[in-house]
């Protein structure tokens, strides 16, 4: 099992670089670019709801293959 990667987002610049991450992540994980590109987006929502609604806090990105 590859382990976690945690991303804290705790203002607007984090969201951009989460969705970075989760892109990487995706096709590391042998995801097709417009797979990962999917996934990148989900974390952009994900991540700029934390911002808009909790005030922040971390995306945890874990490969369950």
């Keep these: 099992m ?22 990487k992540a995706g096709l590391k994980a042998g995801f097709e670019e417009r797979e990962a590109g999917e996934l990148a987006l989900i974390v952009t929502e994900a991540a700029s709801n934390q911002i808009k609604h909790a005030g922040g806090g971390d995306i945890v990105l874990r490969d369950l293959s």
């Design 2 to 23: 590859r382990p976690d990667i945690l991303v804290p987002v705790h203002e607007q610049t984090d969201v951009a670089a989460a969705r970075r991450v989760a892109a």
